[in-house]
């Protein structure tokens, strides 16, 4: 008996549907129906304009050329992001794509650096980031794929306009026949013996069934929450902020290679350099600042003229109770929402749809699948969710009530976990599926202000001249630096450049 999945209906468009559209018309080759479902009458949230480097994978996996991306997507590059105010006023540090120096000795760097800098022989841990030192330059090339060479020690993600790249992968999915229909849901049909879903019913009353539906309606969570009422799990009592701000405006003749996130009083403010604009929006909690404060804060604050009225967003950090309930599986949006501050939101439709592609049921819906599913992505939201408290609750800030609140606050056990290790060693933990690795969490950390107790006890029986090696490999990394072309000029040069709309 034929058992296969033969018609997927995705409920939603924007970044998540049509990503989603994309890889999956791509691996099913043959005999499977994808049906796409999304109303122009309704926006997207649209804050997804900054990306980490998995994204290239994905772009490489359906066959995207870089070139055509950028240009199509308005692009520009970026090594990493800038954190202001974050640890204390009037100070700033780089969370990098990719290392600090290179491993050298069964020792990692950081402790060399620890034990130089309490000597007074250095200063920043960001001037051993060959990232850092590309960023601040305001320089950028693709990094060598010579393992031997100081530029092979980052990597690098884009800042583009996430509109556009919902245009792109339309085109892309609707040429190898995807079906896109018009239309609001208005219905949902489920069956009585099983509870999934059968079938969503149009304004129009056009019915469309299907075996498999994802769930790419963003907040509302249309089918997942709607219709299948899976719970929703609520964590702003540690990441507190819960409204946004998103506006663009003209942008400076060079654009940086970097996202920029500045802590305010109540929040904090991202920047996002495009090549025809720059994105900016304000992350605020809305029990410490009134909507008017914020928007006057955010326009107060932009490099350049504001090219709209700031659009408002709600939102409730958490996530979905499960991912994947019946036949109905939730990417994007829909299955929870994480603060943009490390720009995770395209990552985890990613990932969702990497994890479902690995995971694909046929029409039985095994549990054994759907508790895998769920299992990887709840443990792959915690890791992420921990990653971005770490930020609020590392402050020596409290000049107001949120950093107040946040250095204070309770945290999970996992965290704690990890704080404590560093604290006490500078170790940090290698744990399943977190997608921020070692460099990741120490350049928050030291960037962050917080330092161990101790040094590695380890380092005690080393005999390695770890000065020696700072010394040299700051000497490289600003040599190498300096040898880039800018970040403007790369993306001309190599035929990137967007035509002037």
Known sequence: ????????????????????ASALVKALQHGCAITLIESEDIGTVGVGEATIPPILRFNQTLGINEADFVRATQASFKLGIQFVNWGRQG????????????????????????????????????????????????????????PRHVLSTYEYAYHFDAGLYAAMLRAYAEGKNVSRQEGRIVDVTLDPESGHVRSVTLTDGRVV???????????????????????????SHWLPCDRALAVPCASSAEFTPYTRSTAHHAGWQWRIPLQHRTGNGHVYASQFISDEEAARLLLDNLDGE???????????????????????????????FMEPLESTSLYLIQSSIAKLLTLFPDRDFDPVLRDEFNRLTLTEFERIR???????KLTERDDSPLWRYCAHMDIPDSLKNSIDLFRRYGKIPSKELDLFGMHSWLAVHIGQLHFPERND??????????????????????????????????????GMMAQPV
């Not at 468009?13 to 990503?19: C, K, N, Y």
């Not at 299907?210 to 609520?234: P, Q």
Request: aromatic residues 14%; glycine residues 10%.
């Open 1 to 20: 008996m034929d058992r296969q999945i033969r018609n997927i209906v995705i409920v939603g468009g924007g970044s998540a549907g049509w990503m989603t």
């Open 91 to 146: 100070h700033s540090y780089f969370h990098p794509f990719g290392t600090f120096g290179r491993p050298f000795d069964l020792v990692n760097l950081h402790h060399y650096w620890l034990k130089a800098y309490e000597g007074g022989q250095v200063t920043s841990l960001d001037d051993y980031c060959m990232a850092w030192s590309a960023a601040k330059r305001n320089r950028f090339a693709p990094p060598s794929h010579d």
């Open 209 to 235: 069934a299907g075996d498999l539906f994802i769930d790419c309606s963003g907040f509302r969570g249309l089918l997942i929450e709607g219709a299948l009422k899976t719970g929703y799990e609520n964590w």
């Open 306 to 336: 504001p090219l709209a009225t700031p659009r408002p967003l709600a939102f409730t950090t958490g996530r979905r109770r499960q991912f994947w309930n019946r036949n109905v599986i939730a990417i994007g949006l829909a299955s929870g």
């Open 386 to 392: 921990d990653f971005i408290i770490l930020h609020y």
């Open 457 to 494: 006890p380890l380092a005690a029986y080393r005999e390695t001249d770890g000065m020696a090696w700072l010394t040299r490999f700051r000497s490289l990394i600003e040599n190498a630096a300096e040898g880039l072309p800018s970040h403007r000029d790369y993306i001309r040069t190599a």
